[in-house]
C-alpha cells in the first residue's frame, strides 16, 4: 500500500474505484505548405469543420453554461481571422489551427492569475474539436463506459467529459491541469472527486486496480490493502451526509452566532460564471473582471459591446455587481496591444496606471458601466491605486462621463458607488485616507501578499514563502478593515483568502465584512461563518 499526498485540491468526496485510463486520439496537424491555388480550398475546409463545431457545441450550449462559453469562443471572428490569415500564408488548415489556439492559449497561460491561467485550457478545447473535424476523427468522450471507474488522464477538457455520467464515473485524477479549471467546475457540479496537476500519477496507477481517493484532504492510496478499502468506504458514506447537509444550509443567510451578517459574493470573469454562481445564493458579484472582454477580443472592445455585457450582468444580478476596471499588464497581455517589455512587470505599467494614461480608451468603459447601472445595482472599483492622486483623477473621469450622459440625456445611476482594490503597501499605509474618499474597500490578498512579503506568487521556487497567513499580511488586512470601519464604509475581499475555510474565522475576527470567491467555495464558507 503506497499514499500520494496532492498539495492543492479543488474539490470534496470519496472514491472507491478501480482505475480506468483515458488516453486521447493523436490530434498532431499534418505537416507541408500548401499551393496559392490550393489556399481557397483549405478556406473552405476549415469553414466546414467549424460550422461542423458550432453545430456540435449548440445543443450542449442550451444546457450547460461552460458549452456556451465554448460555443461563443469557437463563433469569435478574431479566431476565424487568424486562421484564415496563415492559411493565406500557404499554410494548410490544419497548421493554422493549430498555431492560432496555440497562440491564444499561450496568451493565458503565461499569466500569474490562476483563474485567467486556466481559461488556456478552453482555447485548446476548441482547438481539439476543430482538428478532429478536419482530421476527420470521431471525438471521443468518457459516455462509454458501463463500470464504475476512476478516470485518470493526462488532462482533460471539456469536450472529454460531455457526456460523463456520474453513476460510472466516480472520481478524477489528471496530471495537468488546474483548480479553476472548467473541468474542475463540471466535475464540481456533479459532485464527482477530482484532484489536478497530479504529475507523474498514470506511470503510478495500473489499469483496473483498485484505488482510493480523498480529494478534501489530496490523499490518493495505491494498492489498499483490506482495512484501508473498508475505511475509505466508511468515509465515503460519511461525506454524502456532510454534503447534504451543507447544501441544505445554501438558503441560510450567513449570519454569524453573534448575529453579524456576513455578505457572500462571487469572483466571476464573464457572464457564463455569473450563471453559474447564480445556484449558490450569492449576495451579489464582489468582482467582476472586466478584463475578459478585454483579452478575448482582437481589438479595444467599443463601448457598446461592453455596455450589453455588463446590463445583461447586472440585470441578471440585482443583488449587485462590482466591476473592476481595467486589470491588464503584469502578467495580463492582449494580442493586439503591444506592451514594451519590462524588467518588473508586476511594478510596472498595468492597471489604473494604464487606464488614466490612455483615457479614451477608460472613459469608453466607465460610460458602459454608468449606462448599465441604471438596469441594477452596479458599483465601479479601481484597481492597483497607491496615492489619493490616482484615487482623485479616477473619480474625476467618472464625473467627466457622467456630465457627458446627462447631455446626450442617457440614464445612469448618479450615485453609483466608487471604490478601490486595496492591494498594494501603499493602500495599506494610506488606509485612513483612502477611507475618506472612497466608497468601499475590497482587499486583493493575492496581489497584497506578493508585495508585502517580496515574495513572487507566481515563483515555485519560493512557494513556501507566498503565505497570506503571514503576520505581515494578517496586520495589513486588520489596518485596512479598521480604516475602513472607522469611516463608515464596507470593506470586502475578494482574494483567494476569502473562500478558504481555515481564513474565515481569522477574518471574521478582523471585522471583515464582505467574502468573494469562486462559486465552489461559497457553501463551505457559507457553514464556517455560521457556526462562527
Known amino acids: 500500500m503506497e499514499e500520494v499526498y496532492v498539495e492543492k485540491t479543488v474539490s470534496r468526496g470519496i472514491a472507491v474505484s478501480p482505475v480506468y485510463k483515458y488516453r486521447e486520439p493523436v490530434l498532431s496537424p499534418e505537416t507541408g505548405s500548401i499551393t496559392e491555388e490550393e489556399i481557397p480550398g483549405e478556406k473552405k475546409k476549415f469553414e466546414d469543420a467549424r460550422d461542423r463545431v458550432l453545430k456540435g457545441l449548440s445543443p450542449l450550449a442550451a444546457e450547460s ?18 486562421v484564415n490569415a496563415k492559411i493565406s500564408e500557404c499554410k494548410n488548415a490544419q497548421t493554422a489551427v493549430k498555431e492560432t ?36 476523427i470521431r471525438h471521443s468522450d468518457l459516455g462509454s463506459l458501463t463500470e464504475e471507474v476512476i478516470v485518470a488522464a493526462k488532462d482533460l477538457y471539456p469536450s472529454d467529459t460531455v457526456k460523463i455520467t456520474p453513476r460510472f464515473v466516480k472520481g478524477i485524477i489528471t496530471e495537468e491541469g488546474g483548480i479553476t479549471s472548467h473541468v474542475s ?32 484532504n489530496g490523499v490518493i492510496v495505491l494498492d489498499p490493502d483490506e482495512t484501508a478499502l473498508e475505511e475509505y468506504r466508511k468515509k465515503k458514506e460519511e461525506y454524502k451526509k456532510e454534503y447534504l447537509r451543507v447544501e441544505s444550509l445554501r438558503n441560510t443567510p450567513a449570519v454569524t452566532k453573534g448575529g453579524k451578517r456576513i455578505f457572500l459574493c462571487a469572483n466571476v470573469g ?14 451579489g458579484i464582489g468582482l467582476f473582471r472586466s478584463e475578459f472582454l478585454y483579452m478575448e477580443n482582437n481589438h479595444f472592445p467599443t463601448e457598446e459591446e461592453q455596455y450589453r455585457v455588463y446590463k445583461e450582468a447586472a440585470e441578471l444580478c440585482p443583488q449587485g455587481v462590482t466591476i473592476r476596471t481595467l486589470d491588464i499588464g503584469g502578467d495580463k497581455e492582449l494580442s493586439y496591444f503591444p506592451f514594451n517589455k519590462e524588467d518588473n512587470p508586476f511594478l510596472g505599467w498595468r492597471a489604473i496606471r494604464i487606464s488614466l494614461d490612455m483615457k479614451d480608451m477608460f472613459k469608453t468603459q466607465l460610460r458602459a458601466i454608468l449606462r448599465a447601472s441604471a438596469y441594477g445595482h452596479v458599483r465601479i472599483m479601481f484597481p492597483m491605486i497607491i496615492s489619493l492622486e490616482e484615487l ?57 501578499t506578493q508585495y508585502i512579503l517580496a515574495a513572487d506568487r507566481g515563483n515555485e521556487k519560493i512557494a513556501d514563502k507566498y503565505d497570506y497567513f503571514h503576520p505581515a499580511v494578517l496586520k495589513a488586512v486588520e489596518q485596512i478593515i479598521c480604516a475602513g470601519h472607522r469611516a463608515g464604509i464596507q470593506v470586502g475581499m475578494c482574494g483567494e483568502m476569502a473562500g478558504d475555510v481555515q481564513a474565515v474565522p481569522v477574518l471574521l475576527k478582523l471585522g471583515l465584512d464582505e467574502f468573494s470567491m469562486s462559486a465552489g467555495c461559497i457553501d463551505y464558507v457559507r457553514e464556517q461563518i455560521l457556526n462562527v
Open 101 to 136: 489556439t496555440d497562440e491564444l492559449a499561450a496568451i493565458f497561460a503565461a499569466m500569474d492569475d490562476t483563474y485567467m491561467k486556466e481559461r488556456e485550457a478552453d482555447i485548446r478545447d476548441i482547438g481539439k474539436r476543430l482538428l478532429a473535424e478536419l482530421k476527420g
Open 65 to 82: 453554461e461552460i458549452f456556451a462559453a465554448h460555443l461563443e469562443i469557437a463563433s469569435d471572428f478574431m479566431l476565424q481571422d487568424s
Open 270 to 283: 464573464n457572464i457564463v460564471d455569473l450563471k453559474h454562481a447564480l445556484a449558490m445564493n450569492i449576495d
Open 392 to 448: 482623485r483623477e479616477a473619480k474625476k473621469v467618472v464625473e467627466a462621463c457622467k456630465n457627458e450622459l446627462r447631455r446626450e440625456s442617457v440614464d445612469f445611476d448618479t450615485d453609483i458607488a466608487l471604490g478601490m482594490m486595496m492591494e498594494t503597501p501603499a493602500s495599506v499605509f494610506l488606509a485612513e485616507e483612502f477611507a475618506k474618499e472612497a466608497d468601499f474597500f475590497s482587499i486583493g490578498t493575492n496581489d497584497l
Open 185 to 216: 467546475v463540471i466535475a464540481k457540479s456533479m459532485d464527482i472527486p477530482i484532484l489536478v496537476g497530479v504529475k507523474g500519477i498514470l506511470d503510478r496507477l495500473k489499469e483496473g486496480k483498485t484505488i482510493c481517493m480523498d480529494a478534501e
